[in-house]
């Protein structure tokens, strides 16, 4: 079934004269066209409404009708029935364009769909599964250049450029985009000793102190040390889709109470995943999670530092990077067959910086299939 | 004066218990860091409640008090005052955000900010001339360096990473942000021939085809032809703060057509470069514009391809690369000293594909200073 057909039992359902969309990656995933403009579907047509690009051929899903316009005046004269009664997203649009809009068809009663939205989204199509293996397959080829490229007195932002330009000509498209309102993310935090301990305004486990005071995030400009472990976590969108993964590296030697404790996150990431089964609930893999971190005793150094620990395990990924589900506190769904979830442990600490290991699975009725092809173990350099 | 006084003014003037900032681009630029929280102004303090990060050091302009927050409940135990009539980002935020924050507060008169705050912001300060300026200078770079990489068998694409990674070499960290809701911006358009002539959703003369329909516009991956020219688009963020310029390449022989119709090009930019003095109205200087594109016989080709046109000849820019002034038509705010704007006339025909030409200026009392230092005319390789 087309996502679009979902949003449209969502319209039923909720007694909706109209569901509004604005939001330009939801109106490419419900039309097959990323425009300037607004997706309307009525119980009868779905139209998109297109603003720009007026001059560029389109490629639209058969069950979506194209019109052009100017002011959005002229949105309700095309549309054959009175809107009392629609659903948008308020999650992400802004409120001015919100008010232009239900004023302009006439609405007096505003749903939220945001969350509607999410959990079509949160079920991938065989489409999205194979562009987000196709940016497992990238991001793979990404830390097969480590060993290549590092050398002796890189820091860890000369690390990021070339691994970013790499995944670029492998076909990293760069968009790294996020739905909640006011987190950005990048390519990659490649992060090691302190710059692991600080946190950042981004709501993942690893902040990093950034080169800028506008993006106080990622990689700093301090070399990269001996023996000394160093993480790096990368995204690469391929067609618009996301996989996200980590490892850890060492320049050198691994000393024992790394090593220990690299055993431990491991364990971690293992239970994690042996957990990602179609029907788990993800509030109970967390759960487990957290008293599994308890009981090895690392829980003081797990997810972040301080105040800054993230509550979550992993993250559902696709066009965005944090999509349902979350294994996290409070995620009730049950996983679902080709949802595709992140799972990322990490540790902060004082005594060695940072560990950490992240792969991108696909939920599948034979369990987690990751989507990248690299080893997990701690490596050396 | 700081730019959080001139917001202080705007809410004595209007009358308003408290000014809300969400936008973290606005919190940076009014409170001096980026963070995931609140700015709230009240006619006592400045509050910057802070939910992200609380494990890192912070500096702060002297004027803000920091307050570390979890949920939005605890906002209205710190402020002394009730807050009855507030000003908010309307054209910015999420409708659910304003509707949560408002709530919490207690607003029940919501003001819409957004026009002052991009006012307060269409006037640099010292300090972001200054950034602006090397921003310029690496955009420069970037231009100085075709003729060092570009080879036979390039493709459009090619081009554009071996700039980019150039640019991040050289201090770009990489964010090309926008102030309007839905457009996108990347490092670089560069296009030649028919790529030229494909739009896109974003408001600009240049669209192209890109390599996705996830993100449908910029360079292609068709090789780079002789004796045809191509145009690049190049934006560079150092430290937060954008510059923005556009040079003609031609790999080979610019023939007698591409040399006449480049000759009325740059008599537009001249004209418009001589009208940027402070008090001229930038819908004046437009009008001006599209007369002498008449007169000249290419208001055909100028500004985009037929009904995709754009309605500007030149955007503010600065934190955001569509910032104010417009120079565009109902933009009637007099040009203001140390204001930036890039001025980008650009022609799109069927006959040779696209010429353009961009700087990026700062209005001084002497006149238009340009922060890009590369030859204007059309550069052969």
Request: hydrophobic share 40%; with cysteine.
């Given at each position: ?18 569901v509004v969309i604005c939001k330009p990656l939801n109106i490419f995933y419900f039309s097959g066209a990323l ?347």
């Open positions: 079934m087309e996502p679009i057909e979902n949003l449209k039992t969502l319209l039923y359902q909720r007694e909706l004269d109209a425009v300037n403009g607004v997706l309307i579907l009525t119980t009868g047509e779905n139209y998109l409404f297109i603003r720009r690009p007026k001059e560029r051929p389109l490629k639209l899903k058969s069950n979506v009708k194209s019109i052009y316009f100017d002011s959005l005046k002229e949105l309700s004269q095309h549309l054959n029935i009175p809107v009392r009664k629609a659903g948008f997203e308020l999650d992400s649009i802004p409120c001015s364009l919100i008010k232009r809009l239900s004023e302009t068809l006439g609405v007096s009663d505003i749903l939220d769909v945001t969350h509607d939205i999410r959990m079509i989204r949160m079920v991938k199509t065989p489409f999205e599964i194979e562009k987000i293996s196709e940016a497992g397959k990238i991001v793979s080829k990404v830390f097969e250049n480590v060993p290549k490229i590092f050398k002796d007195g890189m820091s860890e932002r000369d690390l990021l450029i070339e691994l970013e330009y790499i995944s670029k000509k492998e076909g990293n498209i760069g968009f790294y985009r996020m739905h909640s309102f006011g987190n950005e993310a990048s390519f990659s935090h490649i992060l090691q000793g302190e710059s692991a301990l600080i946190s950042s305004y981004l709501d993942a486990p690893t902040g990093g102190p950034g080169i800028s005071n506008a993006f106080p995030q990622g990689a700093s400009l301090k070399k990269i040390e001996k023996n000394k472990p160093f993480t790096i976590d990368v995204m690469v969108n391929f067609d618009g889709y996301l996989a996200d993964a980590t490892r850890t590296f060492v320049w050198g030697k691994v000393d024992e109470g790394v090593e220990n404790a690299w055993q431990r996150l491991y364990e971690i990431f293992l239970r994690v995943e042996a957990d990602l089964t179609p029907g788990s609930i993800p509030e109970n893999i967390y759960q487990k999670t957290l008293e599994l971190a308890h009981s090895l005793g690392v829980e003081h150094i797990f997810m972040g530092p301080g105040k800054d620990k993230v509550k979550f395990i992993g993250h559902g990924l696709g066009l965005e990077v944090d999509e349902y589900p979350f294994i996290a506190k409070g995620f009730k769904i049950p996983l679902n067959v080709n949802s595709v979830v992140a799972i990322e442990p990490k540790f902060i600490s004082d005594e060695f910086g940072i560990l950490g290991l992240e792969d991108t699975f696909i939920i599948t009725d034979n369990g987690p299939v990751s989507v990248i092809n690299f080893p997990r173990d701690i490596f050396k350099l």
